[in-house]
C-alpha cells in the first residue's frame, strides 16, 4: 500500500544513547519532513529535504542529523539523546497532490 | 515568517450544537491554509485546505472553514457537532518561499459533551 511508514513505533532510550528513526515512502515524493509534536505546541519542523541527497534545518533542528541518501528514505538521528527530546516525532512527505504523513514514532528518554 | 494563530486552546461544546474553531494567519498575500484532525494516539488527517480557488472552503465529515482575507482569518465550522469529533485540530500554513513545509497552530482540543 502506498504510504509513509516510520519506524519503530515505540522506543525508550536512556541519556546519552544514540538511534535512528526510518522513515520510508513510496510514492516517489521529493520532498520529505521530520516533525515533532509536544502538548501545547502543534508539529514543529525539525530537518526537511527536497531531494535525495539534500537536507536542510527547520524550525528546532539542534540534536538531530539526518540524512536522505536515497529517494524514498529520510532518516532522523539522535547522537546523544537527552530527556527534552521525549516526543512524538512525525515524518511526511509531498507531491503537488498533498501531504502523507506516517503513524508516528513515540520516544520517551529517561 | 508567516505563521497561524489558535485563538482558542480548547473547546467543549454539546453534541448535535455547531463548532467554531478559531484561527489567524499572518501574510502579505493569500497563503495556502489547510486543517488537520488528530484523534486520540492517532496520526494526522487533512480536513480541508485553500488554496484561492473559492473562499468557502468544504472538507470532510461535515467540516468547512471560511478564507476572510480582509480579517485574515481561517475558522473552522460544524453545523452540528458529534461525539467522534472530539480530537485535536490543527490550523495549518505554507509560508511563501519555502520548500512546502507546513507550519502549525498550536492546536485546539474540542471535546463533545453528551
Known amino acids: 500500500n502506498a504510504g509513509v511508514t516510520q519506524t519503530p513505533k515505540f522506543r525508550v532510550l536512556k541519556t546519552g544513547q544514540s538511534m535512528t528513526l526510518l522513515c520510508a515512502q513510496d510514492?516517489?515524493?521529493?520532498?520529505m519532513y521530520w516533525y515533532r509534536q509536544d502538548p501545547g505546541m502543534g508539529l514543529r519542523l525539525i530537518h526537511y529535504s527536497v531531494g535525495e541527497g539534500t537536507t536542510a534545518k527547520g524550525e528546532v533542528p539542534d540534536g538531530y542529523n539526518v540524512s536522505r541518501l536515497k529517494k524514498q528514505n529520510f532518516l532522523l538521528g539522535l547522537e546523544s539523546a537527552a530527556p527534552s527530546q521525549t516526543s512524538v516525532y512525525f515524518c511526511?512527505?509531498?507531491?503537488?497532490?498533498?501531504?502523507?504523513f506516517g503513524s508516528g514514532t513515540r520516544l520517551t528518554v529517561v | 515568517a508567516q505563521s497561524v494563530t489558535q485563538l482558542d486552546s480548547h473547546v467543549s461544546v454539546s453534541e448535535g450544537t455547531p463548532v467554531l474553531l478559531r484561527c489567524n494567519y499572518s501574510s502579505s498575500y493569500s497563503p495556502s491554509l489547510f486543517w488537520y484532525v488528530q484523534h486520540p494516539n492517532k496520526g494526522l488527517q487533512l480536513l480541508l485546505k485553500?488554496?484561492?480557488?473559492?473562499?468557502l472552503v468544504k472538507g470532510i465529515n461535515g467540516f468547512e472553514a471560511e478564507f476572510k482575507k480582509s480579517e485574515t482569518s481561517f475558522h473552522l465550522t460544524k453545523p452540528s457537532a458529534h461525539m467522534s469529533d472530539a480530537a485535536e485540530y490543527f490550523c495549518v500554513v505554507i509560508p511563501s518561499g519555502s520548500a512546502r513545509q507546513l507550519t502549525f497552530g498550536s492546536g485546539t482540543q474540542l471535546t463533545v459533551l453528551p
Open positions: 511526511a512527505s509531498t507531491s503537488d497532490y498533498g501531504y502523507i
Open positions: 485553500y488554496t484561492s480557488a473559492a473562499t
Open positions: 510514492m516517489n515524493h521529493e520532498y
